[in-house]
């Protein structure tokens, strides 16, 4: 009977460590999905703001250019 209670509590605290693993597993599996989506997230939207910054100096250049071709003397 006492081999019986062992073996007993010996596989019961190895499933209690085989699901805890199988957590951990999964808690790890969700956070590795959970910043790869942000990260698909943030990618394009990090483009089209550089993008937009990139168009508006190059708008601003263009209106200065403009300004100062019809502010500055004809020769």
Known sequence: ???ET???LSSAFSNLLNT????AGQQAD?????VKAVAEI????????????GNTANTVGQVL???A???APKK
Do not use: F, R, Y
């Open 42 to 53: 943030i990618e394009p939207l990090g483009k089209t703001a550089i993008d937009l910054v």
């Open 30 to 34: 969700i956070l590795s999905s959970g």
């Open 1 to 3: 009977m006492a081999n």
């Open 20 to 23: 805890a693993g199988k957590l």
């Open 65 to 67: 250019q403009n300004v």
């Open 6 to 8: 062992t073996n007993d």
């Open 69 to 71: 071709s019809t502010i």
